[in-house]
């Protein structure tokens, strides 16, 4: 009954294949996110600090009252600190790191199944406590709750929604074409 609730998470090799692919393209275009984010905060910061040196020149040539200056002041402090903060906040994401994990979650669906019907009782029970978070049974059937991911990937093998999609996007499907089509102001043929 456990060697079931294994192969309940087998994703087929070309998913996992594109799933692999999907999530190396994915942190690709997560750093350039954050590369473009930082550029467009390093451009208000500069934009920011460039104004308040323009303000203190006008202050010190007597063009701007100084309580003018004093509330100006704060508010740019104010906004340079939330920039400067956010760019602080900016981290490069960690590419090694999560793709390593989404290669072994996929090996281990691949692999977990045959790998559970050689491994001894110990081994057995270490793979089951790396896909369970829980375990029920009423005597005849067993109910199991599966850990993150794996609850997903049951759920989708169960049904098998496997996407046909080579790039795995949640794209809404091309329009079929249709016998009966209409033009504005005509009736369906």
Do not use: H
């Amino acid at each position: 009954m456990f060697g079931e609730v294994v192969r309940d998470i087998t994703i087929p090799r070309e998913v996992a294949q594109r799933i692999a692919q999907a999530a190396e393209r994915e942190n690709e275009n997560a750093g350039a996110r954050v590369a473009q984010e930082r550029a467009r905060l390093n451009r208000e910061l500069s934009t920011l600090r460039a104004r308040m040196d323009a303000a203190y020149c006008d202050k010190l040539d007597g063009k701007i009252p100084e309580e003018f200056w004093q509330r100006k002041q704060a508010e740019w402090q104010a906004e340079e600190l939330r920039i400067t903060s956010c760019l602080e906040g900016l981290k490069e994401p960690s590419k090694e790191n999560t793709l390593a994990d989404v290669r072994r979650i996929l090996e281990l669906t691949q692999n977990s199944y045959s790998q559970y019907l050689t491994q001894k009782p110990a081994e057995q029970a270490e793979l089951l406590k790396t896909v369970l978070l829980n375990c029920s049974i009423d005597g005849v059937s067993l109910y199991p709750t599966y850990r993150n991911p794996f609850d997903l990937i049951a759920k989708r093998a169960k049904n098998e929604e496997w996407s046909g999609r080579a790039d795995l996007n949640c794209r809404p499907l091309a329009p079929q074409a249709s016998s009966s089509t209409s033009l504005p102001g005509r009736a369906p043929t």
